[in-house]
């Protein structure tokens, strides 16, 4: 079993910043990914970015890249991810998970995730 944490939501105003952590306790997996997703209330679960926790490869929705940063402190097993010019269509609610195998950009593929954090971006 893998536990995990979300901490750093808030609310911000249109064009801040938000940092985002994931704690990583019990079982862990020198192959994993871990990912971020974001969903709003009635929609699917939305891709948001992914890390390989042993090479430090990273994967970015289109609607993030270049404003989003996700990286990891193995020693720590800690994740992270930093969010800058934030929009309003941002705000959802944020989860990290843990991925075994398959995509990294679908959720199904993600066998443990964190209770969310709320981000709201106020316009």
């Known amino acids: 079993q893998v536990q995990l944490v979300e901490s750093g939501g808030g609310l911000v105003q249109a064009g801040g910043s938000l940092r985002l952590s994931c704690a990583a306790s019990?079982?862990?997996?020198?192959?994993?990914?871990m990912g971020w997703f974001r969903q709003a209330p009635g929609k699917e679960r939305e891709f948001v970015a992914a890390?390989?926790?042993?090479?430090?490869?990273?994967y970015y929705a289109d609607s993030v890249k270049g404003r989003f940063t996700i990286s990891r402190d193995n020693a720590k097993n800690m994740g992270y991810l930093q969010m800058n010019s934030l929009k309003p269509e941002d705000t959802d609610v944020y989860y990290c998970?843990?991925?075994?195998?398959?995509?990294?950009?679908?959720?199904?593929?993600?066998?443990?995730w964190g209770q969310g954090t709320q981000v709201t971006v106020s316009s």
């Open positions: 998970a843990v991925q075994i195998v398959g995509s990294v950009y679908s959720p199904i593929n993600y066998h443990y």
């Open positions: 890390i390989s926790w042993g090479s430090g490869r990273t």
């Open positions: 019990g079982r862990t997996f020198s192959t994993y990914v």
